[in-house]
């Protein structure tokens, strides 16, 4: 499975983008998928997940401002990002929650200015 993560950029405070997670490679399909983030000089962390049924939960720092959804057709993962922090400011990626190792991409960067 390939996971590319898109849809990255530099963004002002408070602006918006929304990023999506194509997967690829294999036909089966992932149960429980999450976007992750990794600002410089910092852990790793989840900023949502969702499951295949569309249940969905949030990093506290991003409820009320990001919105996780998935095309289960598609088999793809998007997330829109509102009200963009200088904080949020990370390269975003998308794997399974939790992560299996050979399926981190390249991520795609999230520059927020102030």
């Known amino acids: 499975v390939q996971l590319q993560a898109s849809g990255g950029g530099l963004v002002q405070a408070g602006g918006s983008l929304r990023l999506s997670c194509a997967a690829s490679g294999s036909n089966l399909s992932i149960d429980y998928m999450g976007w992750y983030r990794q600002a410089p000089g910092k852990q790793p962390e989840v900023v949502a997940g969702?499951?295949?049924?569309?249940?969905?939960n949030y990093e506290e720092s991003v409820k009320g401002r990001f919105l996780i959804s998935r095309d289960n057709v598609k088999k793809t993962v998007y997330l829109q990002m509102n009200n963009l922090k200088p904080e949020d400011t990370a390269t975003y990626f998308c794997?399974?929650?939790?992560?299996?190792?050979?399926?981190w991409g390249k991520g795609t960067l999230v520059t927020v200015s102030s």
């Open positions: 969702i499951s295949r049924g569309g249940s969905t």
């Open positions: 794997n399974q929650l939790p992560p299996i190792k050979d399926y």
